[in-house]
């Protein structure tokens, strides 16, 4: 009855493909309509991502303990895959017995060892998983990952079963390559003849039912990344996801973001079907460790419970997250495929600080900064939702051209004192000095500015300003949701730029450094952007200023802005002009470059009342604090306005100064001529 076996072979393949399929197919035909996203740029760069995230694991060996677990799983699998290939074959052409090919025996051998490699990071995971059961995995879905682990587990343990069987009836010829099988065969000693081929037929056909029924439970599991993590890392965005943000064209859009299933992209139902509730992102994320009713991974998570539940037409509960814990709410089918207020609440996306903790974390490049954007953009531009203080931003920005509440005729007030070049008086400057909101309305950041004029004129720059011509560029507005009121401003902006034939652009805050020369290319503006601290690095290397003076106030460390940092990549240039100080010494924070934490300004927070756990600029005073250093070197108005409310409201024996200033004061420039507060604080 030999022929018994590629029938039922066959037939379990045609079985488990239709229940593969007969799951997984409503959210295949759900991503072939869903909206459109340019994805097939630069092919090399894409596979090459492919090659570094995916196969290198890049990301996960950043976490040593279940990185090389998750790394020695995949390996194992990728190689094993042959090892499924050999037992089809035998179902399928019975005779048929690699193992007796003397040229299988690398194969077999590396077999062996990956093998035992997969137990081994099956048990780091679990040991991690269940017992010491991180912070990160609060709000995963325990029990699936425990099935997934055991039916792993279980094709493994078949597998030596097979090749035990075969070396305990004499067939195999590999026995030398194979220890670990050959140890298993220990215990099939005492069975001969149709007894021991009796055991090798059970771990075959439970090898091959096993496998099957692992790819039909896939469908519905997170664990659906094994198939959708090597795509969604290849149609990843090539630039940090949230930077740049998609130009909604006002005039033609049918809506505004994002608030139901099918106005979804495929490539945000990609992201979803992907996120393996790894919880790196939350353990990153300010607003979560804050208390703050947000989790990047639950936001993710939710908004699948969501796309599944319209996709197959069926009740999905989705499980809001409260900071406190996980609430599962008996919930039908959403509403025309509603996802906002069914799967996520308004009061989650507002807690989002678009800091880029979760997109730089997540091993799988999931972008949940865009989606979060145009869930706001839903909430603002089509219903109007958003809290007061915002709101108030939003409408000062719009009447007086800022967001901070001030009268348009204040803007120049932080120049009181100084001779400073306007563009209008001097068309041929090489560099239009963006001054920016953030440091010229709040009178606390006023020394930003008036330090980066005394620099540039020092180093012979040639530079103007706008002056009061200057307003806002729109970047609040852009973050909160108001994609319109951005746009407004952008293309005012545009005009003025254009208007003085600006081509170079000096920025000290990161939030308008990004705006100017990430985003306003789509809107036509096109300019040569740099940070303040960029341009002293380079007037250093060039020898165009000396740092001369040492500072007085002990070790500095250094906050690194999101903006700055994690979007833009700029790590070096703040460091490199703090190390030329005379006798600085640099402490590094334990959260810092690409694992820095925010703090809490971006995306409107700023403008925002914190009601909810710890105060986000709080925490990253106190992370400052602990490293004994004096001062706290800053590079952003924001981080700076931010670092004065934590130091005065605690009691911490920290300065926070920005780059420019500790610059002047190096080069014994005079910045304040008439006496301006500074973010400083000493415990009695």
């Not at 694991?57 to 995949?74: K, N, T, V």
């Not at 137990?119 to 099935?147: C, E, K």
Request: charged fraction near 20%; proline fraction near 5%; charge should be negative.
């Amino acid at each position: 009855m030999i022929w018994l076996n590629p029938v039922a072979f066959l037939l379990l393949v045609e079985l488990s493909g239709f229940l593969f399929m007969t799951r997984l197919g409503p959210l295949l035909r759900s991503m072939e309509a869903a909206q459109p996203d340019r994805r097939w740029d630069h092919l090399g760069q894409r596979l090459w991502g492919v090659v570094v995230f995916v196969l290198g694991q890049r990301r996960l060996m950043r976490w040593p303990l279940s990185g090389l677990a998750h790394f020695l799983i995949f390996w194992g699998f990728v190689i094993l895959n042959l090892e499924i290939l050999e037992a089809a074959l035998e179902a399928l052409v019975p005779p048929l017995n690699l193992e007796q090919q003397l040229w299988w025996g690398p194969i077999a051998f590396a077999q062996e060892l990956l093998a035992v490699a997969v137990l081994t990071g099956l048990a780091v995971a679990a040991l991690n998983r269940y017992l010491l059961r991180p912070r990160r995995f609060q709000g995963s879905h325990q029990r699936d990952a425990a099935i997934v682990l055991l039916l792993i587990a279980l094709v493994i343990v078949t597998q030596l079963g097979l090749y035990a069987t075969q070396i305990a009836a004499g067939t195999d010829h590999l026995v030398n390559l194979r220890p670990v099988s050959d140890a298993v065969a220990q215990l099939f000693r005492g069975v001969h003849g149709q007894g021991i081929w009796a055991w090798h037929e059970f771990f075959l056909w439970g090898h091959l039912l096993l496998i099957a029924g692992f790819l039909v439970y896939l469908a519905q599991s997170k664990h659906l990344h094994i198939l959708t993590a090597a795509p969604n890392v290849f149609f990843r965005s090539l630039e940090p996801a949230g930077r740049h943000l998609p130009t909604l064209d006002i005039e033609k859009a049918e809506h505004f973001g994002l608030a139901k299933v099918d106005q979804l992209t495929w490539k945000q139902e990609l992201d979803l079907a992907t996120c393996t509730e790894c919880g790196r992102c939350q353990s990153h994320c300010p607003a979560f460790n804050t208390g703050k009713p947000l989790s990047p991974k639950m936001f993710i998570t939710d908004l699948r419970d969501g796309w599944y539940a319209q996709a197959r037409d069926e009740a999905a509960p989705p499980s809001y997250w409260t900071g406190q814990g996980e609430e599962t709410a008996a919930a039908a089918v959403p509403e025309d495929g509603q996802l906002l207020d069914w799967s996520v609440l308004e009061e989650t996306l507002w807690s989002c600080t678009t800091c880029g903790a979760c997109v730089e974390e997540c091993p799988v490049l999931i972008e949940h900064v865009p989606a979060i954007i145009e869930m706001r953009r839903s909430l603002v531009l089509e219903e109007s939702r958003l809290p007061k203080e915002a709101r108030s931003a939003l409408e000062s920005m719009e009447q007086r051209g800022n967001p901070f509440g001030m009268a348009a005729d204040t803007r120049m007030r932080w120049a009181d004192g100084l001779d400073v070049p306007l563009l209008a008086d001097k068309p041929d400057a090489e560099y239009l000095y963006w001054v920016g909101c953030a440091t010229a309305f709040d009178e606390s950041n006023w020394p930003i500015a008036r330090a980066t004029v005394a620099i540039l004129k020092a180093a012979g720059v040639s530079f103007a300003i706008l002056g009061q011509e200057e307003i806002c560029n729109g970047d609040p507005a852009r973050r909160l949701g108001n994609e319109y009121l951005f746009q407004t401003q952008a293309e005012q902006v545009v005009g003025k730029l254009a208007a003085h034939s600006v081509r170079k652009v000096i920025a000290t805050c990161p939030h308008c450094f990004n705006t100017l020369a990430r985003e306003y290319p789509d809107l036509g503006g096109n300019y040569e952007v740099i940070h303040h601290t960029q341009l002293f690095a380079r007037l250093l290397e060039e020898g165009r200023i000396e740092l001369k003076k040492p500072l007085q106030t002990g070790p500095l460390t250094y906050h690194d802005p999101c903006y700055l940092g994690r979007w833009n990549g700029e790590y070096d240039a703040p460091r490199k002009v703090l190390q030329a100080i005379p006798g600085a010494q640099l402490i590094e924070m334990k959260r810092t470059r690409n694992e820095a934490m925010c703090c809490g300004a971006g995306g409107g927070r700023i403008f925002m009342e914190e009601n909810r756990g710890e105060r986000i600029n709080r925490v990253r005073v106190k992370q400052a604090e602990e490293t004994g250093a004096g001062t706290a070197a800053l590079a952003c108005p924001f981080c700076a306005t931010m670092f004065t409310e934590g130091i005065s409201s605690q009691e911490v024996a920290l300065q926070s100064r920005d780059i420019a200033v500790l610059v002047a004061e190096s080069m014994g420039l005079e910045t304040t001529p008439e006496p301006i507060r500074e973010a400083t604080s000493t415990p009695s």
